[in-house]
């Protein structure tokens, strides 16, 4: 597969050696990397995207799953050339119509959101989320689950990626980057997702020194979670003070127009939401209880500044600040108010799910008419597949199978002409067609022959 993979990515791999000297590693974000060098995209159209050698291939990355309408959808496209249009420049850098616009409509699909944020990246929408439950609680620790990523800064790479262990032994708290203090590893609790009872001895032990309890409620997206673990969480959080934090950046309008929390019923304090939000742009947003929310209001600052109008007098240090010039950018949200226009229309979700069903049962039937033991993992439009006989029920399980076969697939998977990151997770759009899915199911069947001749 990697002789085939070289021959057909002669120019990417070119690109790829010049890119080298002006980029670290060639590239301009860790995950963008693979062995033995990414291919180079030129663009791309509803299910597909095109590289620079001429290849084409079906989307199954989709840009980690935030293009939910497909590449290039006409209805995104026009609202943003309209906007552009009607703003008459690309941003104001004042208060506009489309942040209430777009905040009504977080408030009116997502349970736990009264009241709305806007951020430029997942990244910072799960930090001012912490940020929040730390001012609002007054601790200064918060608990983390193994395996869980919610952007790349110092408190949240803790035990994202972790070593194998047994089972029986609690998660150890390990940091995933060099450059952070270890002041991160010591203040933070790292528990084991899907497991109810270790979990509530952790949370017995530190409740009441954690100001919030952060997990995407799906892990990686594609890792459900157990029937009633989001339920028991959501308990014992309560019973501690603690803020619950659902990292709803992958989840939020994928699992349904009201994320993991409309389909599991299970309601946080805060939400972090951002790559569908953005239509493609980047984005985050934060939403929650509106008395949460509410630290970050710099109403009282204009007594501070001696400017009284009968507000209640708080000092600076009572305020959270959260600012950013780029914060509900016009264009950003005009993308996102579209792309959530689009998937509000009745049996979006339903048809999504339907081929994403398809295609999950025809590469399992695929995989075992091979011989090879193997699972599509995943609820709702996103899978994963995890090459193991065992329960899929946290990051440990996917450690120990059987990576080396995967990564083995996943290039003859790029061969056919079927992107997918290799180890990453498969998203669709609805722009993948029933078609589409059929015959990436050719392809697929084709990629696992040649792995087992
Ligand atoms: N949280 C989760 C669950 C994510 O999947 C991601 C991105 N993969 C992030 C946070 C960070 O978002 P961004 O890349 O926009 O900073």
Redesign the pocket.
Known sequence: SQTIYLQRTRNSSCFYQEAQSFLPGGVT?N?KYFEPYPIVMKHANGAYVFDIDQNKYIDYNLC???LLVGHGHPQVYRAIEEQLQKLGTTILGTPHLLEVEMAKSLVDLYPSIESVRYT???????MLAIRLAMAWTGRQKIAKFEG?????YDQVLVSVHPTLRDQSQLPPVQLDSCGIPSYYQENTVVLPFNQIEQTAELLKKYGHELAAVIL?PVQ??YIPPDASFLKELRELTRQYGIVLIF?????GFRLGLSGAQGRYGVTPDLT?L??VLGGGF???AVGGRKEIMQVCSPIDRRDILGVSDGHKTKNAIDILFHSGTYNGHPLVLAAGLATIRILEKTGVYQELEKRTHQLKVGMQEILHRYGIVGKAVGDGSIFNLVFSEHPVLQIQDVLRSDLATRKELDFSLLNQGVYVKPQNRFSLSIAHTSQIISETLNRFEQAVKSIVS
Do not use: R
Not at 120 to 126: D, Q, V
């Open positions: 974000a995950i980690y799953g935030a430029n990246s997942g990244l910072e929408a799960t869980h990523y919610h952007g790349g995407e990686g997206g990292d709803e950046v992958k989840t972090a951002g790559k980047p984005v985050g």
